[in-house]
C-alpha cells in the first residue's frame, strides 16, 4: 500500500464530500420538483460506490499479501478486513430485505415526512462520515490530536443523528407504527438503521476511549480502522433509505 | 457451590434466569411508569428472553476477551493446556473444543426434536385423537421442525468448526473468540426456541406464516427471538468459516487441492452468511407486528401475507443445501477413503457445490406454487429449480466413477455413506415433480413433501452425518466405536427410515395433507401410517444403539491412536486425539488429495524445522 | 467391455420393471377433472424419469458394491483413475436433457390447466377458520357443501376471512392458497360424478386436520334441481335468512344466541340495549350499529372483549346479507 501524503487524502475526502452534498442537493431538488424516481433510484448508488471506494477503501481487500509470513501483522489484519466485510455484507442483506419490503409495500408512495428534517439529519450524517475520513487518515499519518478531535466530532454528530431520528421525527410523525403501512415501514427502517447507528456510536466511543490512551499508532490502529468502514457503511445503507423514506414518490394516505 | 458456579454453563444458565427477570421486571416497570396497564405478558417475555440471553452470554463469559480489548487491555490467548474436562462445559476457544461442543448440543437438540417426532408419530398411529391435544399435537409438529433445523445447523457447525482448521492445516479458525461467542449464543437460543412450549406453544408450523402466526399464542415469540438468535449464531459462524478457509490454509494448499468438504462448506457458508439475515427479518416483522400493530402482513392495513413468504423462502429454501451441502461434502471425502480411489472429477464435484448454492438462491419461488403469488413468476422458477438437477447428477455420477474398479471396504462409517448415496437419491429422483407447476399443485402441502423432504434431510445430512461421527470418532476421542454396535444401528435404521419416507409420498398422493393431526379414515391410509410409526420406533431404537455405543466407547472403546482408516488427508498424519494447537510442525502441500492407488504419492509433507 | 453391457442391459431391465412397479402400486386418487388428465400424464412422464435415472444409479452402485468389493487376503489400492473430462460432459448432460424435457412439458401442462372458459361457472368460496362455504352469484344461492355441474368449467372465485386456507381437492388434482384480503382464482372443470372431500392444506390453525367439506359432482339436470330446491327452501323472510346465514357464515360460533358467554358479544337482547365500548363511551345497539360492526368489526368494540379477533365480513357478505342478519338478530330481543 503506498501512502499518500496526508494533506493530499485530507483533501481527496474533502473533494468525495463535496461530490456526495451535491448529489444529496440534486435529490433534494428532483425530489421537490420532477419527482423522477428512476433518478432518485440511481443517485444513491453514486454515492455508495464513492464512499465504498474513497472512504471505505474496498480495494484494499484485494491487495495481494500472498508472500507475507502469516503469524505477521500484516497478515492479520488483511484476515480482519475481510472478516469485518463479511459482516458488513451479511448486514446489508437485512437492509435489502427492508428495502424489498418497502418497495413491495408503498411502491411509488411515501410516508409523510418532515423534508426539511430528513434533509438535516442526511446532512449530519454526510458530514460526520466526512469527519470519520479525516479521522483515519489523521491516525494514518499519526496526527493523534487531529484523530481526537474528528472521532469526537463524529460521534458527536452521531448522537445528534439519533436525536434528530428517534427525539424529533419520531415524535412529530403525523402516525405511529400501527397507524398505516407507512408508518410501520418508515418505524421498521429507521428503527433498524438507528439500532446500526447506536451501535456505531459505541464503537466509536471506544475507539476514542483507547485512542486517548495512546493505544493506536500511525501503523496498527485496527479498531479505528474498522469502526470507521463499520460508519461509513450504517451511512451508505441511509443513502438508500433517505430517498426511499423522504424523497421517491407521492405522499402515502 | 462456587465449585459448581466456575463451571460456564451452570454460570450462564444462572445469569440467563437472571436476565429474564430482569427484562420482564424492567419492561413492566417501564410500562407501569408511563401509566399503562404494567403486566403486558408478550412484550414482558419477549424483552425478559432477549435479555436473558445477552445475560447468559455475558454470564458465562463469552465476551470477556472482547470487554477486555474495548477497555484498551491485553486479551491473553487462554492457556487450555490443564482444563481437563471443564474444556468442554465452558467458553474454550480452541477450534476442536467449539467444534466437539457443536457436536453435542446437536445431539441434545435433534433427540429433542426426535423425541417430539415420536409423540406425534405415535399418535398418527390411528385416526381420532388418542392422548394429545390439537393444540399439543400443533406445537410438537412445528418445534420438531424448528429444533431438528437448528439441530442440523448446529450439527454443520461442528463439523465444519472441528474439520476445517485440520484439514488446511491451521492453528485455530481465522476468530477464536467470535467462534466461541457464537456458539455461545446458540445455547441460550435453543432454550428460548424450547420454552416456547412452556408459553402456549404455537400452531403455525415450522414456518410461522401471517396471519396464522399473528394470532398464535406468545409462544410463537419465543420461536421467533429463539430462531433469530441462533440465526446470529450461524451468521457468524459461517463468516469465520470462510475468513478460515480463504486465510489460513497451509503452504501449496491452493483452491483446488484442498479436501473437498472444504469446498461444500464454504459454499454452504456463504448462504447462511448472506440469505440468514432474511429468515431473521421475516421472523422480525411478525414479532414487531405482534408487539407494536405494525401491519406487514395484515391486509386489513393494506399488507401483504406473500411478501412474508418470500422473504421467509428466500432463506429456508437455500437452508436446505445448507444442510446438505457438507453432508456431501462428508460423502465425497469418505468415499475415496474405502473405495480406495481417486475422487473422480474432483474439480466438477467442487464446482458443482457452488454451482448447487448459486442456483439455490433463485429457485426459493417454487414453495410458493399454489401461494397465489404473481402468475408470471411460477415458470421462471420451474425453470431454475429444475436446473438443480445438473449438479446434483454430477454428484452422484463422481460418486459412481469412484467406485467404479476401486477396492471397496465395508466399515460402518462406508456403509453410512452408502445409505447416504441412496437416502438421497430417494430424495433427489422426488424433487422433480415438485418443480414442474402443474404436479407440484398436487403436491404441495401433502406428506410427499414430508416424504421428499425427510429424504433429503435423512441423505444429505444424517446419515452422512453418522458416517462422519463413526469416522472421526477416533480423532477426537483417540478411541473407536464399537463395529458391531455400529452395525445394529445402521441396520435398524436404514430399512425402516427408507420404509419411512416412501410410505409418507405415498399417502401424499393419496391425500393426505401435511401437518394435521388427524385423518379421514376414509382416505384408506390408516395401515400405511401404523407401519410409519413402526418404522418410526425402529428409527430411534437405532439412535439409541448409537448413544449407547458412544457412551460406552468414550471409556472402553477399542484405543485408536494412528491412521485408522488408512487415510490420506492431514488430520489422520498426526496421533489421535490431536494436541490443543493441532499440528506440532506445519505442513505442506506437495500432491493431489485423493491419489489413493498412486504409488508413493503424498498429500502433505510436514515441514522439519532447521 | 462386457461390463458396461451388463449394466447397459440391467439398467434397461430395471428401468421397466421399476415402473411397470409404480404403475401396479396404487399411487394416484381418481381422476376426476378435466385438469387431472394433462397433470397425470406429466405425472407419468417423471415416472418414468425417475425410473431410468433410479435404475441406472442403482444398478450401477450394487454391481460397483459386488464386483469391486475387497476380497479376502487383498491389499492395495483401486486403479489409478482421475476422472475424464469427456464422460463428465456427457453426464453433465443427461441430467440437462431430462431438465429440458421437463421443462418444456411442464410448461405446457401449466398451460393445459390454465385453460380459462369464459362462460364458467362462477361460484364464490368463503374460508375461514375451520369451515368452506359457497354461494352461487347467477343463481343467489348460498350452502355449506359444494355442488358442482359435470362437464363444466367451474370459476372458483375464492377469500378467506382470517388466515391462509388452501383449497384442495386431492381427485381434482389442483390446489390453491386462499388469501385474506384478496380474491385467488382456481379453475376446474369436474368430469366424473361422485362425492368428493375439499381438504384445507395449507396450515390454519387449532383444527386445520378438520377443516374438509363436501363436494358434490352431479349431473347439470341434477344441478339445476339442486339450485331450484335451494332457492325454493330458501327462506323467504330475512329473519330466517339472517338465522341461516348465521349458521353458515359461522356467526354463532362466537356470539351465542341464548345469552352465554362466548369469544363474542351474545346476541341476546342485544337489539336497542345501551352497550359500553372499550373507548370508554356507550351506544345504542341500533341497525347501524349492528350493520358496522359485522362489516368494521374494530371500529366499535364491546368492553370486555378482545380486538382484532372477529374477521373482517365486508368482503363476504353484501348489502342485503347484512340486513337480513340484523333482522335475525332483532328477533332475539
Redesign the interface.
Known sequence: MEHQTKSSAMQLGLLVFGALAILTAVEFAIALTTNLWQVLAVIPFIKAGLVLYYYMHISRLFENDEDVDKESFAYKLATNRIGLWLFLLSDMFIFGGLMISRINLLGLTRPDLIQYLGLGVTTILLISSFFANRAEVSMESGDRRQFLVSISITMSLGILFLLGVLGVEWRLAPFGPSTNLAGAIFYIMTGFHAFHVFSGVIFLAIVLRNGAHGLYSSEKHWGVEASVVYWHFVDVVWFFFYPALYLIGSLAK | MRKIYSIGLVRGLLWQILGTAVGIGILTGIRYLLGLTPWKPESAFVFGALLGALFFVYGIGAVDGWIKVASGKEAPELDETNWGRARYFGVSLDHKVIGIQYLVLSLVLMLVGGSFAMLFRTELANTGLQFLTLMEYNTLMSLHGMVMIVGILVGVAAFMNYLIPMMIGARDMAFPRLNAFAFWLVVPASIILISSMALGGFDTGWTGYPPLSVRAPIGIQMFFLGVSLAGMGTILSSLNVITTALRMRAKGMTGFRLPIFVWGSLATSMISLTATQLIGLSFQMVMFERLFGMGFFDPAKGGNPILFQHLFWFYSHPAVYVFVLPGLGIISELLPVFARKPLYGYKWVAISSFGIALIGFLVWGHHMFASGMAEYLRVPFMYSTLLVAVPTGVKFFSWLGTLWRGKIVFPVPMLFVLAGIVVFLLGGLTGPPNATVATDLQLTDTYFIVGHFHDTMFGGYIFPFFAAIYYWFPKMTGRRLNETLGKIHFWLMTPAFITLSTLMMRIGLLGMRRRIADYDPSLGVTIDNRVMTVAGFLIALGILTFLINAFWSLRHGEIATGNVWNSRSPEWQVPSPMPIHNYDKPFEVVGEPYDYGLPDSQYIKFIEEE | MRRYVIIFILVIVSTFVVHEWLML?????REASAQSI??DQ??HV?LW??SF??SL??V??IY??IV???RKG?T?????????ST??MT??A???M??LV??Y???K??G??RVIDPTALQVKVTAGQWYWRYSYPEFGVTSSDLYLPANRQIDLQMTSV???H?F?V?EF??????????T?DLRVTPTLIGEY?V????????????M?GKVNVVSQGDFDKWIAQQESAAPESPELRGQQLAQDYGCINCHSVDGSPKTGPSWLHLYGSIVKLTDGTSVTADDNYLKTSIIQP?AQVVLGFPSNVMP?FSTVLDQTMVESLVAYIKTLK
Open positions: 402400486v396404487h399411487l394416484f386418487p394433462p397433470v406429466l405425472f417423471h424419469v425417475i435415472l433410479f444409479i442403482m450401477t452402485l460397483s458394491l469391486f468389493r475387497r487383498e492395495g489400492d483401486g486403479a489409478y483413475i482421475t476422472g475424464n464422460l463428465e453426464w453433465t443427461i441430467p440437462l431430462a431438465v421437463l421443462a412439458a411442464g410448461a401442462t401449466l393445459a390447466i382470517d388466515v391462509i388452501s384442495w386431492p388434482r389442483v390446489k390453491q392458497d386462499i388469501i385474506p384480503g384478496r385467488v372431500t381438504r384445507c392444506s395449507e396450515l390454519c390453525g387449532l383444527r386445520h386436520a378438520y374438509e374494530n373482517d
